[in-house]
């Protein structure tokens, strides 16, 4: 798998911590066939911009989109974009929190179905990667 990071030498042991537990759960996941995730940290180590995407071995693709920060010792996931697509590019789902969907009762928090805009917390790479395992071992 390949991996990019433009690194600060510096970076804030949260972030540092939270870039390792995402490069190890995508490692330890057995559908992951290649992996290409830039990593941007901020000048003062205290956030990073992660962008990039996974191929899966069916050629399913994950786009992921996060911009993390850290207050008092915790992560804050303040963006996230994680949208799962079929190798011909049409989406399966799609989990963000961008503002656009008030009407939904959690709100910021959504995910993205081909006919739909349901109600979703805040999800994390593991959970997604096992909904995606699920589809890939579940076909025929």
């Given at each position: 798998?390949?991996?990019?990071s433009?690194?600060?030498?510096?970076s804030?042991?949260?972030i540092?911590?939270?870039t390792?537990?995402?490069?190890?759960?995508?490692?330890?996941?057995?559908?992951?066939?290649?992996?290409?995730?830039?990593?941007?940290?901020?000048?003062?180590g205290?956030?990073?911009?992660m962008k990039g995407?996974?191929?899966?071995?069916?050629?399913s693709?994950?786009?992921?989109?996060m911009?993390?920060?850290?207050?008092?010792?915790?992560?804050?996931?303040?963006?996230?974009r994680?949208?799962?697509?079929k190798?011909?590019?049409?989406?399966?789902?799609?989990y963000?929190?961008?503002p656009?969907?008030p009407?939904?009762?959690s709100?910021?928090?959504?995910?993205h179905?081909?006919?739909?805009?349901?109600?979703?917390?805040?999800?994390?790479l593991?959970?997604?990667?096992?909904?995606?395992?699920?589809?890939?071992?579940?076909?025929?």
């Amino acid at each position: 798998m390949a991996e990019n990071s433009i690194c600060h030498p510096f970076s804030h042991p949260v972030i540092k911590r939270f870039t390792e537990n995402i490069d190890k759960t995508i490692a330890s996941s057995s559908i992951v066939l290649s992996s290409n995730i830039l990593k941007h940290f901020f000048p003062d180590g205290r956030a990073v911009y992660m962008k990039g995407n996974l191929v899966f071995v069916d050629s399913s693709v994950l786009e992921i989109a996060m911009f993390v920060s850290e207050t008092h010792e915790a992560v804050k996931i303040e963006k996230y974009r994680l949208h799962y697509m079929k190798g011909n590019g049409q989406m399966l789902f799609r989990y963000d929190n961008a503002p656009h969907h008030p009407e939904i009762a959690s709100y910021p928090h959504h995910k993205h179905t081909p006919d739909n805009v349901i109600p979703s917390t805040e999800t994390s790479l593991k959970d997604v990667l096992k909904e995606i395992s699920a589809i890939i071992i579940g076909k025929p």
